[in-house]
């Protein structure tokens, strides 16, 4: 058997430097009983486990902290991580089964998979139209008043079967995996209406299902004022409150409810009922706040304890302070201002030192920012936000699991949580962010499966 096929198939153990007779001898000398796993990763140059408090999500100093061990190891049993440590203690505290897996991470990077906390995963269409139009000087309001925008794909998702959808989110999902990411939200809001929103959001949870990624479904029935509704937007809030969510929430077909409170679409009052009845009906608040205009969404969303309050471009000193004061998660989406040119990016560094926990994510969507890729936010998060390499994996890992409440089984390489690992063709962590435009993951475990290898998918 070649190297490289010992790699791809599963190899019985005894194998490499974990031979039997050496886990049998540590046994006879006493030692405590072995844990056993079905996966071992041994030798990575640096390991990241992102352990830490377990309370809340990281802030300030605090997202420095990756938790690296050097020479690090980690075993998974039946897609559970079982053990983290550095590899010299292998030995005498994990023991193989029978067809475990080894795999060796000399020289490279191990740490968990990527969480994305915002996408718009489900929708028809693309809009790269509009790309073209911002390039020659329209702006992304210009575009939307003028019959582009939100209202488009909505057009296009009314029309789409429910296969089509799942078709293209499908390949959009592969796309991320082989970027790193292992867990994701997926927003609603292409609908407007009942049938369209619950559509999508049934296609989300088939694709949850279905797996292997997990998908955190968000409702997102305020997204945009739809058409028939333009003259008027307060019964579009009514039937949003009254039709919608009861929906939505009796089906369990989603766990937080978003709202685009901006100029021109919802009004902070208008986003806060909404919230109100969402929570109501047990849907945690996040919100697209402050993203173009200064509003208040930051001040709302810290009212009403939203989970998260996402953009944030034009947020206010005040609206950041309070968010700090309430434990608002700021996720952090510079992708959309880079696609939009908006010549302004959120301001990261005084959220940090406010005290602001904090994520970042793609914002997926055909609109406002085309991109599956978590490391190319992470590198624009890095060069125009001055967001520091390890606080940039923090946002994009524990702190993004916290941002969907994800936090007890994604985002750190801890006992218990999902065995969801990326292997990097790197030998330290900052590789992630600086070496940009290329595909750094190399192995993706997802339950404890290898999804990915060698950059290719694989199933
Ligand atoms: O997060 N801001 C509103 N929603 C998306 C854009 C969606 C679209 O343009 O289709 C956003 O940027
Ligand atoms: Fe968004």
């Not at 929430?249 to 806060?272: I, N």
């Not at 930051?298 to 309070?322: P, Y």
Request: with cysteine.
């Amino acid at each position: 058997m070649t190297a490289a096929e010992a790699k791809t198939l599963k190899i019985p153990m005894p194998a490499g430097r974990l031979n039997r007779r050496t886990v049998e001898r540590s046994n006879a000398f006493g030692r405590s009983a072995m844990i056993q796993a079905d996966l071992i990763i041994e030798g990575a140059a640096e390991l990241l486990t992102l352990r830490g408090n377990s309370i809340r999500p990281r802030r300030g100093e605090e997202m420095r902290d990756l938790g690296i061990v050097r020479q690090g190891a980690l075993a998974a049993r039946r897609g559970k991580i079982v053990w983290v440590g550095p590899t010299a203690d292998l030995l005498t505290s994990v023991g193989p089964v029978a067809f475990s897996r080894l795999i060796d991470a000399y020289g490279k990077t191990v740490m968990p998979g990527l969480v994305d906390p915002h996408t718009h995963l489900v929708f028809a269409g693309t809009r790269e139209n509009e790309f073209a139009m911002r390039i020659q000087g329209k702006t992304y309001q210009e575009i939307a008043t003028a019959g582009g925008g939100i209202n488009a794909t909505v057009a296009a998702t009314r029309k789409a079967s429910r296969q089509e959808l799942k078709t293209a989110a499908r390949k959009s999902l592969d796309r991320m995996l082989t970027l790193g990411t292992t867990t994701v939200e997926a927003k609603s809001g292409y609908g407007l209406e009942l049938e369209t929103e619950l559509k999508m959001l049934e296609v989300i949870r088939e694709l949850t299902q279905e797996g292997p990624m997990t998908v955190v479904p968000t409702f997102m029935g305020a997204h945009e004022i739809p058409p028939e509704f333009r003259q008027n937007p307060e019964a579009y809030v009514d039937l949003v409150i009254t039709r919608m969510i009861p929906k939505v929430a009796a089906r369990k077909l989603a766990r937080f409810c978003d709202v685009f409170c901006e100029t021109g679409v919802f009004s902070p009052e208008q986003s806060e009922r909404i919230f109100r009845a969402a929570a109501g009906l047990g849907l945690e608040a996040r919100v697209h706040a402050d993203e173009l205009t200064d509003l208040g969404g930051a001040a709302m969303a810290a009212r009403i304890k939203a989970r998260t309050a996402d953009h944030l471009l034009f947020a206010s000193d005040a609206g950041i302070r309070q968010m700090a004061a309430a434990g608002v998660i700021a996720v952090l989406l510079p992708g959309t201002a880079h696609f939009l040119h908006l010549e302004r990016y959120a301001r990261a560094r005084d959220m940090i030192a406010a005290g602001v926990p904090m994520a970042l994510a793609t914002d997926f969507n055909p609109g406002s920012c085309m991109t599956e890729s978590m490391p190319l936010i992470m590198n624009i998060a890095c060069t125009q936000m001055r967001m520091h390499p390890a606080e940039a994996i923090t946002a994009a890992t524990i702190n993004a699991a916290w941002a969907i409440g994800e936090e007890d089984c994604a985002g750190s390489l801890d006992v218990g949580k999902r065995a969801d690992i990326l292997i990097l063709d790197a030998p330290t962590h900052e590789h992630l962010c600086y070496h940009f435009g290329v595909n750094l993951v190399e192995t993706v475990i997802k339950n404890g499966k290898a999804v990915v290898e060698e950059g290719q998918r694989v199933r």
